[in-house]
Antibody, heavy 126, light 107 residues
Framework: QVQMVESGGGVVQPGRSLRLSCVAS????????IHWVRQAPGKGLEWVAV????????FFADSVEGRFTISRDNSKNTVYLQMSRLRAEDTAVYYC???????????????????WGQGTLVTVSS | DIQMTQSPSTLSASVGDRVTITCRAS??????LAWYQQKPGEAPNLLIS???NLESGVPSRFSASGFGTEFTLTISSLQPDDFATYYC?????????FGGGTKVEIK
């Protein structure tokens, strides 16, 4: 059974940084891209970023480009979302989710995703 | 960026009803559209990919169709477990974008 587990959320002041982690189990982690999607309280879903299976390709939402970075450690089955220069509007539940295509080469991203983790709440407030 | 517009934003229906949700894109997606279901306090769950492909384990009362800029998700006979919020998502290009959601409520 595939499971995604996020951690690292919390309360942080505007302008500060925070790093989220996403650990996957039940899959050959190194063959799948991983996405981050967020949901502000009471709002809809917003895609944030994706990293390819090998870490060579990364794409970001305009709203976080230049402030957030994404990386992965395939030896630890973990993807990281490093968030810098945080703003109040970054307050949200952050989900990680597995891309649906099994990859061995190339960019190789289906860009639809399942399963998702349970999410970790990030609150940016002074 | 591709804008995704869902309608209605809220839908009130009864168990057994047939319900249809529409999703429109600001430019052609071909068939590059997914649908997700989200229940309160839970993470979203993938229902449909590539406009009409039902994911494994999703009940057959769910179906979807469309191509280009207009897509629909249909629940043929609404069940108590189906009261949730539904989102469409384009997967043709970055940044990936979601519709605003359709909340299906009990009438």
């Amino acid at each position: 059974q595939v499971q995604m587990v996020e951690s690292g959320g919390g309360v942080v002041q505007p302008g500060r940084s925070l790093r989220l982690s996403c650990v996957a189990s039940g899959i050959t982690f190194s063959n799948y891209g991983i996405h981050w999607v967020r949901q502000a309280p009471g709002k809809g879903l917003e895609w944030v970023a994706v990293i390819s299976y090998d870490g060579n390709y990364k794409f970001f939402a305009d709203s976080v480009e230049g402030r957030f970075t994404i990386s992965r450690d395939n030896s630890k089955n973990t993807v990281y979302l490093q968030m810098s220069r945080l703003r109040a509007e970054d307050t949200a539940v952050y989900y990680c989710a597995k891309d649906m295509v099994y990859c061995t080469s190339g960019v190789c991203l289906s860009n639809w995703f399942d399963p998702w983790g349970q999410g970790t709440l990030v609150t940016v407030s002074s | 960026d591709i804008q995704m517009t869902q309608s209605p934003s809220t839908l009130s229906a009864s168990v057994g009803d047939r319900v249809t949700i529409t999703c429109r894109a600001s430019r052609s997606l071909n068939d590059r559209l997914a649908w997700y279901q989200q229940k309160p306090g839970e993470a979203p769950n993938l229902l449909i990919s590539e406009a009409s492909n039902l994911e494994s384990g999703v009940p057959s009362r769910f179906s979807a169709s469309g191509f280009g800029t207009e897509f629909t998700l249909t629940i043929s006979s609404l069940q108590p477990d189906d009261f949730a919020t539904y989102y469409c998502q384009q997967h043709i290009g970055y940044p990936l974008t979601f519709g605003g959601g359709t909340k299906v409520e009990i009438k």
